[in-house]
């Protein structure tokens, strides 16, 4: 960026005087509603509305890079002194106005982790990485967890309360068990008493 003899202060705004930027052009999500707040369980649910949002209103290249900021200052035409460029002042508002609705989404134990953290990208950047490596290590743990369940002395009910529970977490990081799948780590667990009801189940033309 151009050194305009003003600097960016704590909030990540310029300091000094500022023209005023054309707010009709900027995006307000503050009535896009979320339904969750993103705590340590719920990544890809959360992910998936923000992401919608993001995107259907065109605001995506704030959070994935894919451009950045204008130049602080411009030439002025009539003089040689350099100004606050008007296009910068509108990309940093609606920046802003993401980076707040971003935060708004996020429970406080998350939101504790953004101190430090000011535009939308940085924001993104720091979820996406915390969030990814959690995701795998869950998906490993709740895989195995899944694979190890025997039914043994529980009651029917609790066995599949169980089941029920690893196929619920595994979603929540990333990985969607279906219904066939279900009822194959279900019968998998059964003792041999099982026996001949899994071969009615196994024999059903229908689902």
Not at 94 to 122: F, K, N, P
Not at 146 to 163: E, V
Request: glycine share 6%; with cysteine; charged share 15%.
């Amino acid at each position: 960026m151009e050194d305009t003899g003003s600097t960016l202060n704590a909030t990540g705004s310029i300091a000094g005087t500022m023209p005023i930027a054309n707010a009709s052009q900027l995006v307000f999500l503050q009535n896009q509603l979320v339904s969750i707040k993103l705590d340590e369980s719920n990544h890809p649910m959360w992910k998936q509305q923000i992401l919608t949002a993001i995107r259907g209103y065109g605001l995506e290249h704030f959070i994935d890079g894919s451009s950045s900021a204008p130049a602080m200052s411009i030439q002025a035409t009539d003089t040689s002194q350099k100004t606050v460029n008007p296009e910068f002042i509108l990309w940093q508002r609606q920046d802003q106005l993401l980076a707040a609705w971003i935060l708004s989404s996020l429970s406080e134990s998350i939101l504790i982790q953004m101190v430090g953290l000011y535009t939308s990208r940085e924001i993104w950047h720091n979820l996406e990485v915390n969030f990814t490596g959690q995701s795998k290590e869950k998906l490993l743990h709740y895989t195995m967890k899944l694979q190890t369940l025997k039914k043994g002395s529980l009651s029917m009910r609790d066995y599949l309360n169980q089941m029920k529970n690893c196929f619920d977490l595994l979603a929540s990081a990333g990985k969607r068990i279906t219904e066939t799948e279900q009822v194959m780590h279900i019968m998998s667990g059964l003792g041999s008493e099982y026996d001949a009801i899994m071969v009615s189940v196994s024999s059903r033309l229908e689902p």
